[in-house]
């Protein structure tokens, strides 16, 4: 009896939720937004603050002039979840992100997981602009306003912010009232303050070029040391490590780019938008791959002219810009990089609330949030108890806390999203379409009837049996996806996900270890690579799915996998109180879905069989016009 009833629990864990819409599912969002739309809410989501201080904590202590190359090979990783989420976009226009990627792939509890943390990322994300919206603003005004709360409602409570926050308090609520009237009043202003944003970059980035000195990337110790004798504050110097171009070798581009990777996080708000583009299957991956080449643009022309304008170690790292301006001789320029600054914070600050409840509405219809969260306007078209919710979260959060420490457990979240849509990814282009004639159905069915394949099972093979099995895997006999070599995929799939957290978690613990040669550390990585290898090889041989698509990650599984260990590497990196807090939030989520949605959830049967891919191009779902 017992055993009944964990089988029957196991088997709503992994129920999954087929690609296509549900048979009578109508999109109540409105259709409005174009490709012009999702760029720009791409850029303002990715493009904020950090573009103006960003780079100059990294080159002043991390990388020098060759933080040009951190942001390189930051977008590069960057691409790689961008192009995961470029191929689900064109698969289905649906809104949800990585959750409904991962429902379809892996399961349930994995899919509120996803979820779950989407939300919570989305709500710091939210609330620790609005808290930098408000202290670039009390800076623009000499440090009068939070002078005057400090004084007036202090609070003296720990974690909690030093006083209430009445200023980001009330831009989290305009700006929640701004999303509930509708995507495409909300998409306008985006527009307007991504393109001053983009205006007042270029300005940086000309006067760069323009006022800088290319000396400044050939910097040596006789400049250093001059700089030290002619400076007033000589603790405000940075470390001139080597010199030159790469100052702190090629160590330092590493770190500096594992900061810089940050940087490129938000672009994912585009595929929550897949209910209110206009062509959300041309419309989202051109949005993500657009918006990820802009932003690298900016990062690269920002960072080249902040180290030639001023070497690298007289960087001041809290307000870079205005200084090198300043050093530059062009003090009125910092006036730009104040409204630069605020337009970047304000379209970050819509980019970040907008997906929120988009994310919250698809779970809530799906049944594993409440209901009543699903409710959308009837004139507006725009999830409005949804919006209204997660704005208030946000609003409280900034409103109250000091946010600097919930930033790393904000990343975890999102990594582990970007994780699970190129697991998604990797798992479907193998998997046999749903969408056979009658005929090539019958034909499927009479070839896995068969009575050969039995040999390939390992659980008792005949003499040479084995060799058969391993020769099967490498050289499939079918040239497209079978039920069989989507389940050897599905399988390989699993395997790896362990293989590259373990290979992780080894690289990130015991980094001194591998570099002196510590023969136990270095075994371990080098069975977890053969086996990385071996395992990826097999997902390799197998058949690919032919079918159509506006978009497809090129290079698979490589691409998929490599983006999949970059991020789980990075999560490594973060510390023992992060991870007690993403456990805190983690028991709230698991309280909420088996007291509440594991019950309610649509999806009442589970799926013991790896997901079918399905090329079916759901146009009745889109608009029949080729929108731009």
């Not at 290079?555 to 490599?562: D, M, N, S, T």
Request: net charge neutral.
């Amino acid at each position: 009896m017992l055993w009944h009833h964990i089988c029957r629990l196991s088997q709503k864990l992994v129920r999954r939720r087929p690609l296509e819409l549900r048979e009578g599912s109508d999109v109540r969002l409105a259709r409005c937004l174009s490709t012009l739309d999702l760029v720009a809410l791409g850029v303002g989501s990715t493009l904020g603050a950090g573009v103006y201080i960003l780079a100059g904590e990294v080159a002043k202590d991390k990388a020098g002039p060759a933080i040009v190359l951190c942001f390189l090979v930051a977008a590069v990783t960057s691409v790689l979840s961008g192009l995961c989420y470029a191929e689900f976009g064109a698969r289905v226009p649906c809104s949800g992100s990585a959750y409904l990627y991962s429902y379809v792939t892996v399961g349930q509890l994995c899919a509120f997981i996803t979820g779950w943390n989407l939300i919570l990322s989305y709500v710091i994300g939210s609330a620790s602009v609005a808290r930098a919206w408000s202290a670039s603003v009390d800076s623009l005004a000499g440090n009068r306003i939070s002078q005057v709360l400090q004084g007036s409602v202090p609070l003296q409570v720990p974690h909690l912010a030093g006083y209430l926050d009445f200023f980001s308090l009330g831009l989290v609520l305009l700006l929640t009232g701004l999303l509930v009237l509708g995507a495409s009043e909300s998409a306008l202003v985006t527009k307007m303050f991504t393109a001053m944003n983009l205006l007042v970059l270029s300005f940086v980035i000309l006067s760069g070029f323009l006022k800088g000195d290319l000396h400044h990337w050939q910097l040596t110790e006789q400049d250093y040391e001059l700089a030290r004798a002619g400076s007033n504050d000589t603790s405000s110097l940075g470390p001139l490590g080597a010199g030159g171009f790469a100052p702190f070798g090629f160590d330092g581009i590493l770190r500096g780019a594992a900061t810089c990777f940050y940087a490129f996080v938000g672009f994912d708000c585009i595929a929550t938008t897949g209910e209110e583009a206009r062509n959300p299957q041309r419309s989202i991956p051109l949005g993500i791959v657009v918006s990820l080449l802009i932003c690298f643009l900016a990062y690269f022309g920002v960072s080249a002219a902040l180290t030639l304008m001023v070497p690298y170690y007289q960087i001041r790292a809290h307000s870079p810009l205005p200084a090198a301006f300043l050093h530059a001789g062009w003090a009125p320029a910092r006036y730009v990089v104040a409204a630069g600054t605020l337009c970047a914070l304000t379209s970050s600050l819509l980019g970040a609330m907008f997906p929120t409840p988009r994310v919250i509405l698809a779970m809530a219809e799906d049944g594993l949030l409440f209901r009543g969260l699903a409710r959308v306007h009837a004139r507006t078209q725009t999830p409005v108890v949804a919006t209204v919710v997660s704005g208030s979260l946000a609003a409280l959060m900034a409103f109250l806390f000091e946010l600097r420490d919930l930033v790393d457990l904000m990343s975890i979240g999102t990594l582990l999203a970007y994780s699970l849509v190129a697991f998604s990814v990797l798992v479907l282009r193998y998997q046999p379409d749903r969408t056979l004639s009658k005929d090539e159905r019958t034909e499927v069915e009479i070839t896995e009837t068969k009575p050969e394949p039995e040999a390939g099972s390992l659980g008792s093979v005949p003499e040479g049996g084995l060799s058969k099995t391993l020769k099967r895997l490498c050289s499939p006999a079918d040239a497209v996806p079978t039920r069989r070599s989507g389940q050897i995929v599905y399988g390989c799939a699993l395997l790896l996900a362990p293989l590259l957290t373990v290979l992780s978690l080894v690289l990130a613990q015991w980094p001194n270890r591998l570099a002196s040669g510590d023969p136990v550390s270095t075994t371990v990585t080098g069975l977890l690579l053969l086996l990385i290898v071996g395992v990826t090889l097999v997902i390799w041989r197998q058949p690919q799915n032919p079918a159509p698509l506006r978009f497809k990650v090129p290079a698979l599984p490589i691409l998929p996998l490599i983006s999949i260990f970059v991020n789980i590497y990075l999560m490594m990196q973060m510390t023992s109180m992060t991870w007690v807090q993403f456990g805190v939030w983690m028991a709230i989520g698991f309280a909420i879905y088996f007291g509440y949605g594991i019950q309610h959830s649509l999806e009442k049967t589970g799926d013991p069989q790896p997901p079918a891919s399905s090329s079916e191009p759901l146009e009745r779902y889109t608009s029949k016009r080729e929108f731009v």
